[in-house]
């Protein structure tokens, strides 16, 4: 139910045309100041005074409104979520341009008020300026020499494949939530690299861990937090935010209590992972008196648990559909199989494997782009005034590249709503890449882990498709797997259960 259905049913007449009155009289205030400003600002939808455009606005699914509104208003236009005025960019050409050819001015990070809660403009997700360059340019420079793109965290991730596809034998082929294992794999690649080793998945420590994490990002998508980042001082008292502090003050104190036991066995000479060269790089500045260093406790706690929330449930959710998909059209899963079984025969896959077998890469390709999964990348802001395709932008605005509208643009894929993975094949049946597929977003903030996730993507999902084959749980049609997203900050399938049948 929307909050305008909510507001016609639980208010009596009299507050109800009190009201009415009142928004009537603040609309009329403000359009007349909002055509005093200077510059031809990006058009949209009339906004309500201190409502914004929130009435019309699905917070549950807002990137469904902001799409249906682009049809409207075209590719830049303009929406207020209550007092705050955001530009949205959709379809290709604009978030492309805008991203990558004014990277710049379109490369600041929103930290919107729950994200400054939880990290306080520490980290790389929701940092910005001096800060934020050094930890980005430190945790790319080390994911590289750990790894990521070479064969060490291939091997890395061949490791775990075999942890994961032992885990699912366990299940017998009975039917399984597929969230806890895939979430648990992928979150130990990024804790190989960042605390030098790998959990049990039976740990309790880490199955805590990846829930808390996953938990936060679920809730960051709800209604209430749209709620508190337009009303924070208002409704700070709400019940998703509290769960979230309290989530994020508990992760704290057990990456605190990880870094700590590392530090006990810290060897300057040798770097086990992340933290360890992170230390060792604070010690060295500390040694030399520099004085504004970046390399402090806040920015490791927080660059740690930026990149293992980032890093655990965006991989594993994108191979969640792709498993449910194969579930769901079982043709395609043949082909899949079909081409692993001719290509690698019974051999383990190998990332060189990826240009040998151009169907399975064409599916994982295209289960990104069906699946969009941050349908709204991560909301930018302007660093500087800007005039884009002949609207003035001021500094600081709030921009929201609306990836999904990319992911589907019409005007750029054959069939946006379907899942098909000829959209990456040319006619011979080769892999095509396409300019349109930007699940990682692009410019300045484009997804630190990027290679480090194809490269994960590809091995668990051929790795899963070798040894199992997906089906729905007995009773259920395919049909009736249902693909409508589960709401979040990130798009993960509704909840569902597959069975995993051994094939070799
Ligand atoms: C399928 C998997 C993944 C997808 C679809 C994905 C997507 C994204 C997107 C859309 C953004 C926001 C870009 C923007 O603001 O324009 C982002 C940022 C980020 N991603 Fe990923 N990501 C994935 C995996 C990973 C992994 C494995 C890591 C960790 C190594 C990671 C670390 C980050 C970080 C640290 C940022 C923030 C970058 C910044 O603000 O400078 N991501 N990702």
Not at 417 to 441: C, Q, V, W, Y
Not at 452 to 470: C, I, N, V, Y
Request: aromatic content about 10%; charged content about 25%.
């Amino acid at each position: 139910m929307s909050l305008l259905e909510d507001f016609f049913l639980f208010s009596s007449p009299t507050t109800f045309l009190g009201v009415v009155a009142l928004l009537l009289i603040l609309y009329l205030v403000s359009s007349r100041s909002a055509s005093q400003e200077k510059g031809k600002k990006p058009p949209g939808p009339r906004p309500l005074p201190l409502l914004g455009n929130l009435l019309q606005l699905d917070l549950k699914r807002p990137y469904i409104t902001l799409c249906e509104l682009s049809k409207t208003y075209g590719s830049v236009f303009t929406v207020y979520l209550g007092t705050n005025e955001v530009v949205v960019l959709a379809g290709y050409k604009a978030v492309k341009e805008a991203l990558v050819s004014y990277a710049e001015e379109f490369g600041d990070r929103d930290i919107s008020p729950i994200f400054y809660d939880s990290n306080q403009g520490h980290g790389i997700l929701f940092a910005n300026g001096e800060s934020w360059k050094e930890m980005r340019r430190f945790a790319l420079t080390t994911l590289r020499d750990f790894g990521m793109g070479k064969r060490v965290a291939e091997s890395k991730i061949l490791e775990e494949c075999h942890h994961l596809n032992q885990l699912l034998e366990k299940h017998e082929g009975k039917p399984f939530e597929t969230a806890c294992p895939v979430n648990y794999a992928t979150s130990n690649i990024i804790s190989s690299i960042v605390y030098g080793n790998r959990f049990e998945y039976d740990n309790p420590s880490f199955k805590n861990m990846v829930r808390r994490a996953n938990d936060n990002i679920r809730l960051v998508g709800s209604a209430q937090i749209q709620l508190y980042n337009m009303f924070p001082r208002l409704v700070s008292w709400i019940e998703n935010r509290q769960l979230i502090l309290k989530n994020t003050e508990t992760s704290i104190s057990v990456v605190k209590d990880l870094i700590n036991s590392l530090k006990e066995t810290l060897n300057p000479h040798l770097c086990r992972g992340l933290v360890d060269c992170f230390l060792i790089r604070k010690q060295k500045e500390e040694d030399s008196c520099v004085t504004d260093t970046h390399y402090n406790e806040k920015n490791l706690i927080f660059t740690v648990t930026n990149l293992f929330a980032a890093g655990t449930d965006t991989t594993a959710t994108t191979l969640r559909w792709g498993l449910l998909l194969m579930a769901k059209y079982p043709h395609i899963q043949d082909q899949v199989q079909e081409e692993l079984s001719r290509v690698l025969e019974s051999r383990e896959v190998q990332v060189d494997d990826r240009r040998n077998l151009p169907f399975t890469d064409a599916v994982i390709h295209e289960t990104q782009r069906l699946a969009s999964i941050t349908p709204m990348a991560i909301p930018h802001k302007t660093s500087r005034d800007v005039t884009f395709q002949g609207y003035f932008i001021k500094q600081g605005t709030v921009v929201i590249p609306l990836l999904t509208s990319v992911l589907h643009d019409e005007s750029e894929w054959e069939s946006p709503h379907t899942f098909n993975p000829s959209h990456f094949l040319d006619k011979e049946g080769k892999f095509i890449r396409r300019d349109a597929f930007m699940p990682f977003s692009a410019g300045r903030r484009v997804c630190l882990g990027e290679s480090l996730a194809k490269m994960e993507l590809f091995l668990f999902f051929t790795s899963l498709l070798q040894h199992f084959r997906f089906t729905p749980p007995p009773g259920v049609t395919e049909e009736e797997l249902d693909l409508t997203p589960a709401v979040g900050f990130t798009l993960g399938p509704s909840a569902h259960k597959l069975c995993a049948v051994r094939r070799q």
